[in-house]
């Protein structure tokens, strides 16, 4: 069922993640999104940080040994498994939770939390971002901050709305890392602004499927969801590598929203 592709894409190994995780180039791409992060939110060593939809923790091991005590929350077990491996092998105390991120477990314990690489706006029905969102507004501390990483919804609205009008194929081959390969086939819920997508992966192990459904927003969206949660939005860019946002340009954007001092 669609409303709950992401417990089979993710939970049952669909998406490539691991194989991804593993590569060099990713290793390399996370270190560098983690020094980004750690100045931009401005944590100290012994900051607490919560890391929604951690997959196989790879943030949240690097944050660890940099001096940052992390928690990484996530629904697949799975994914979870290799977080655990990887932390024991780099040595990284992080504590692990296992959950849906619709109900986040904690109370306002955290200095900041991360939410990464597109790990929102998976469920069809609009309200349950935002319990996703009102669940990390109460795991803040007050002035705590608050960091996303995702597709510019509009960028992507926009020009995938315009190929379909004009009859253009819109079927295209990506690359989630060196050797993993995908054929994405995706469409417009227009009264959802959502996309579905149908993919292939295609990795050494072989060749899986799954069909994603994810919703489309702009950064004012996320700037209105934010306040809804207590969150007020206090900074964009372009992506995890610093560059500037632009609505129209920027294909990501990372936005850093703040919960009031109490
Ligand atoms: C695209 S992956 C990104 C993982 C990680 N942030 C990274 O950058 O590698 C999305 C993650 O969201 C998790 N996820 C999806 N739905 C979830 C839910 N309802 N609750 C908790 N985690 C969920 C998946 O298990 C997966 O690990």
């Not at 939110?41 to 949240?60: E, P």
């Not at 504590?95 to 306002?108: A, N, S, T, Y």
């Not at 007050?142 to 079927?171: C, M, Q």
């Not at 489309?216 to 969801?225: D, I, P, T, W």
């Amino acid at each position: 069922m669609l409303g709950n592709w992401w417990r089979s894409a993710f939970g049952g190994g669909a998406y490539p993640l691991i194989e991804a995780t593993r590569k060099p180039e990713w290793r390399r791409r996370t270190r560098s999104e983690v020094a980004f992060l750690r100045r931009a939110l401005g944590l100290r060593r012994g900051a607490k940080l919560l890391d929604v939809a951690c997959g196989t923790g790879r943030h949240s091991i690097e944050f660890s040994k940099s001096g940052i005590l992390a928690t990484g929350f996530d629904y697949s077990s799975r994914y979870l498994a290799e977080a655990r491996r990887e932390a024991r092998k780099a040595r990284a105390d992080v504590r692990w939770v296992r959950g849906d991120m619709r109900r986040l477990p904690f109370r306002p314990e955290f200095d900041a939390a991360i939410n990464l690489f597109s790990s929102f706006g998976y469920f069809t029905r609009g309200s349950d971002d935002d319990r996703v969102l009102r669940g990390i507004g109460r795991a803040l501390k007050p002035g705590g901050v608050f960091a996303i990483e995702i597709v510019n919804g509009d960028f992507i609205y926009e020009h995938l709305d315009t190929s379909l009008r004009k009859g253009w194929p819109v079927t295209h081959w990506g690359q989630v890392a060196d050797g993993v390969l995908t054929l994405e086939d995706p469409r417009l819920l227009r009264k959802q602004r959502a996309v579905v997508t149908d993919w292939i992966f295609f990795t050494k192990q072989g060749r899986r499927e799954m069909t994603s459904f994810f919703r489309l927003r702009s950064r004012e969206s996320f700037a209105a969801a934010f306040r809804k949660a207590g969150l007020r939005l206090e900074r964009s860019f372009g992506g995890l590598d610093g560059s500037p946002f632009d609505a129209e340009r920027s294909r990501r954007m990372l936005l850093i929203a703040r919960k009031g001092a109490a």
